[in-house]
């Protein structure tokens, strides 16, 4: 149990994907312009993560890395293999949030597709691998860095909405002070490198 919130807590915060990792950059800053639909694309990724990290973990515990199977040889396949997983578990969230929720399905636009490519949902899957986590662990890893994701693009998001009243010098309005803002939350988020 200790082993897995050590994996939750430095996952979420002291590898925080986004701001230490420096991993889906794209959302953070595309989608982080309002709250509401900064939390609706961080609930899309803590969804899509961890899936990908328990059908993942299964692939490639009995599958891929099997040393039953062609020797366990098939550990090429891993990054073809997880954004295949990747692509379908985005379809699926993409079907259901038009059936069920279309103002954050139309608010998200374009980057809901983009979770396919979201290297942070891809850089988890290969993290599981490389640190050979087992099927829980890696999902605990999964869902926590997606919580982490979540935290900074929603803090983001409100931090980017206070900042759009306020007397920015002209210079750095608009996106140098979202890179900015980013930056002191990276240093930020370096402080809780003390916790584990």
């Known amino acids: 149990m200790q082993e897995l919130l050590l994996i939750a807590v430095g996952s979420a915060f002291v590898n925080n994907v986004v701001l230490s990792q420096f991993l889906g950059i794209c959302p953070f800053l595309g989608v982080s312009k309002n709250v509401k639909t900064a939390a609706g694309m961080g609930g899309a990724v803590v969804f899509v993560i961890t899936i990908a990290s328990f059908v993942t973990g299964l692939i490639y515990k009995f599958i891929l890395g099997n040393p039953n199977i062609m020797g366990g040889e098939l ?57 050979s986590y087992d099927i829980l662990p890696g999902v605990v890893n999964g869902f926590a860095t997606a919580v982490g994701f979540l935290v900074s693009i929603v803090l983001m998001a409100g931090i980017r909405e206070k900042t759009e009243h306020n007397d920015v010098p002209e210079s750095f309005r608009g996106t140098p002070i979202v890179l900015v803002t980013a930056g002191l939350m990276a240093i930020a988020f370096f402080g809780f490198s003390g916790l584990i």
């Open 75 to 131: 550990e090429y396949l891993n990054t073809i293999v997880f954004i295949l997983v990747i692509a379908a578990l985005v379809q699926f969230v993409e079907l259901f949030l038009k059936k069920s929720m279309p103002p954050l399905y139309n608010a998200l636009g374009v980057y809901l597709p983009l979770i396919t490519t979201n290297c942070a949902v891809l850089g988890v899957a290969l993290t599981n691998v490389q640190e």
